[in-house]
């Protein structure tokens, strides 16, 4: 099955190329593992790239499925050279409706990332509990679960494969923003 992770390397325009790793996204090793000599990470990420010069909001609406990923890395080559993780967090329930709706929070490899799974694991079987019981209605509890994500995680809600159709040709609902590694 495998832990699969993205890793979105930052080009000289401030595009993105994107690369796979099967087995980076369990434990967040990557984030040691690239570094200037090592860009692969000595064979942990394909040499094969996905796509090439993709913007940042890209990389979630059109890669980051969140049923599929369970990490992120974002890779600024340079003078300082830097590799940020993210946890991927699926924020739907698996049965089928609403698959693309997740977010990204910023998380170091430890213990710090097993408080976070932890965290959203426990939250999202209270929350599904209490959609059953009928107490909430399941558009409630995922933005109850949104908010929470948001305001106690700093995380990033986006929606995968999100299209102009879904908002009626609209500004989109959600976006990446930009963070202080992401400045030169």
Not at 43 to 54: D, F, N, P, Q, V
Not at 57 to 77: F, K, S, W
Not at 99 to 116: K, N, Y
Request: proline share 4%; aromatic share 10%; glycine share 10%.
């Amino acid at each position: 099955m495998g832990h699969r992770a993205l890793v979105a390397y930052r080009r000289p325009d401030h595009r993105y190329d994107l690369r796979y790793s099967h087995w980076g996204g369990e434990h967040l090793s990557l984030a040691s593992r690239i570094t200037r000599e090592t860009p692969l990470a000595d064979g942990a990420i394909a040499a094969e790239l996905l796509a090439t010069a993709i913007t940042r909001d890209r990389i979630l609406a059109g890669y980051l499925d969140p049923c599929v990923y369970e990490a992120l890395y974002v890779v600024t080559p340079g003078a300082r050279y830097t590799v940020v993780s993210y946890r991927v967090c699926w924020l739907e329930w698996g049965d089928g409706r609403d698959d693309g709706r997740g977010a990204i929070v910023e998380v170091s490899p430890g213990a710090r990332d097993r408080t976070l799974r932890t965290w959203l694991r426990a939250t999202k079987t209270v929350l599904g509990d209490i959609v059953e019981m009928g107490a909430l209605s399941r558009r409630a509890a995922l933005t109850y679960l949104e908010a929470r994500i948001c305001e106690e995680r700093d995380g990033t809600v986006y929606t995968y494969d999100w299209t102009a159709e879904h908002t009626g040709g609209g500004s989109r609902p959600d976006y990446w923003p930009a963070g202080d590694h992401d400045r030169r």
